[in-house]
């Protein structure tokens, strides 16, 4: 996939894609800027960053959409890393952030905008562009996966996250650079072709992650 650039002063450059996975994943983790909106999987007030999980992984980015649904955004770049790794580190993301209340939440977002009297209401509202708050903070969450797999791949491992009714969306990232070292990224949403029994919007907004170790021994029998 490549692509032309066109600026404002008619300048334009060809783009190439970006296959070093090390340095799309720096480029990504310096775009996201406190008290400002990120906007690659969908509007995001970022709240955090590099945050450790008690199960062992790290989530790159923590943000707050604007209907209020925690979103903890993860990388899977590197092809030589299992399949069944990235989706091991979805559910554990999945399981810690819907953990997180709303005095949690605001605490992250107060160190990481280095304000310690923030209000994650006022700040998110504001960010986001609206009037006054409207929703309640931590009551649902969503994971989301950038990733440089094949689409088909892609589709296959979101049918099986559909059938177990879990808020994981993976997103096929498209990384690509100019000749003066413009970069621009787009995520594609992975939309599955429809499965028999697929868990209704309802179940999965109500589903919550169980026995994260149940799950993880049922990838082995495949996903089919």
Known sequence: MGGIIRFPDGRSSSLSPVTDPDWAEQWLRRSIQPLTLWTLTVPLLPVGENLPTPLGTVVPILGIDNSGRTIA??????????????????????????????KQLETFGRYFWHDPKASLAVVWAQVHGLKERTVSFGQQTQVHVLSWRP??????????????????????????????????????????????????????????????????????????
């Open 73 to 102: 955004v993860l990388f899977d770049l590197k092809a030589e890393r299992p399949l069944t790794a990235i989706i091991g580190e979805s559910v554990a993301a999945l399981q810690w952030a819907e953990s997180l209340d709303e």
């Open 151 to 224: 689409r088909p791949i892609l589709w296959e491992v979101q049918n099986f996250l559909n059938r177990y009714g879990l808020s994981i969306l993976f997103f096929g990232l498209h990384t690509l650079q100019g000749e003066q070292g413009e970069t621009v990224a787009i995520a594609e949403p992975i939309a599955a072709p429809p499965i028999v029994n697929v868990v209704s919007r309802e179940g999965v907004s109500a589903h919550r992650v169980g026995e994260v170790e149940s799950l993880l021994r049922s990838l082995s029998e495949g996903t089919t």
